[in-house]
């Protein structure tokens, strides 16, 4: 599966959830995630996040957003057009330290 990582929060760019073939984003205040379960691991999200945010869960260390991923798909509604990104989305393109600040 793919996951959302940290650099996707407060910014929420979502031009991801238009070219997911089998809609699988959900969306929280500050945030999106994957449901892994649902995710065909087609790839084409990756490029498309101008915030660099989503990853194969393949790469090392990203075992705390796969279940991040995991547990707020279950919770958090389905999203699948696109919106206006964060107003703060530029400004909080590429801090550092945001899921502990800002997840939501
Ligand atoms: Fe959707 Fe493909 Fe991205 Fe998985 S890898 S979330 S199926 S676009
Ligand atoms: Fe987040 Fe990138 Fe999608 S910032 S909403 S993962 S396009």
Redesign the pocket.
């Known amino acids: 599966t793919y996951v959302?990582t940290d650099?996707?929060i407060k910014?929420?760019?979502?031009?991801?959830?238009e070219v997911c073939p089998v809609d699988c984003?959900y969306e929280g205040e500050n945030?999106?995630v994957i449901h892994p379960d649902e995710c065909i691991d087609c790839g084409v999200?990756e490029p498309?996040?101008?915030?660099e945010?989503?990853k194969p869960d393949t790469e090392p260390g990203l075992d705390k957003w796969l279940k991040i991923n995991t547990e707020y798909a279950s919770i958090w509604p389905n999203i699948t057009v696109k919106k206006e990104?964060l107003p703060e989305?530029k400004e909080m393109d590429g801090q550092t330290g945001k899921f502990e600040k800002y997840f939501s």
């Not at 910014?11 to 959830?17: E, F, L, R, W």
């Open positions: 959302v650099n996707c910014c929420k760019y979502t031009d991801c959830v984003f945030f999106l999200c498309e996040c101008p915030a945010a989503i990104p989305a």
